[in-house]
């Protein structure tokens, strides 16, 4: 990423994440009231994500593939799941329908309310308002290992709230039905025709690589990276509005 596209980005990322927390604060009593009376537990949920990919050499915490490193951080959203959701799974991907989902949080993600308190992590640093979205640090390694380079979509680019493959592709990272992408779904999804692998967690992850890699190409020029910018925030509304896509 130039120094043009860092600063700019930081930038649109201090203005948007002040004027989020103000403009979505009075939403914050009335979710904390139907989550309440929805389900018992926390209002807002920390977890822990992998962030922007760095160097062998640099500061990190969560080892990637090849000696590089992530840098982690505690990403807010408002809770979604019962408090117990992974006690007898432990870290997994979550999924469209997923049963552990309470009925508010369902209408929480889809409408991507669930995820206003990321704006602090914007605001912080940790986040930007566009880019990849971040991964469990305890899923990276699994994940990397089954989709070669997939941790380059982080490379020294910090994760988004919103992004080029959330307005694209439906909630777990598969193709809408009769979309451009879809024609390619056959190829993309078990390349290796691995008998009962159809179906897998990798083949959605595969199809978000796509759209992260060309995402993270655009920041190489201003002008590309202000289109793609722009284009991804203009997006964001319909998809929230629509409810699909993440």
């Known amino acids: 990423m130039i120094s043009s596209v860092r600063v700019a980005k930081r930038v649109l990322d201090l203005v948007a994440s002040m004027a989020g927390l103000a403009l979505t604060a009075p939403l914050y009593p009335i979710i904390a009231a139907a989550l309440f009376l929805d389900s018992r537990g926390p209002l807002l949920y920390r977890q822990r994500r992998a962030g922007r990919l760095i160097g062998p050499d640099g500061e990190g915490s969560s080892a990637a593939p090849r000696g590089f490193r992530f840098v982690e951080f505690d990403m807010l959203k408002f809770r979604t799941m019962r408090p117990d959701a992974e006690k007898g799974t432990g870290a997994v991907l979550a999924s469209e329908n997923d049963p552990r989902v309470t009925r508010i949080g369902r209408f929480l993600r889809r409408t991507r309310l669930d995820e206003i308190p990321q704006f602090w992590n914007v605001l912080r640093g940790d986040m930007s308002l566009v880019g990849p979205r971040p991964e469990r ?24 709230i919103t992004g080029l493959a959330q307005v694209t592709l439906g909630y777990s990272g598969r193709a809408p039905e009769h979309s451009a992408v879809q024609r390619f779904e056959a190829v993309l999804t078990n390349p290796f025709k691995i008998e009962g692998a159809e179906g897998a967690d990798a083949d959605d992850m595969r199809m978000k690589l796509l759209f992260d890699l060309a995402y993270v190409a655009a920041l190489e020029k201003f002008g590309s990276f202000i289109r793609m910018e722009l284009s991804v925030i203009a997006r964001t509304p319909l998809v929230m509005l629509r409810g699909v896509g993440r």
Request: glycine share 4%.
């Open 137 to 160: 640090p305890e899923l990276m390694s699994n994940l990397a290992l089954a989709i070669p380079f997939f941790e380059e979509r982080m490379r020294n680019v910090k994760p988004g």
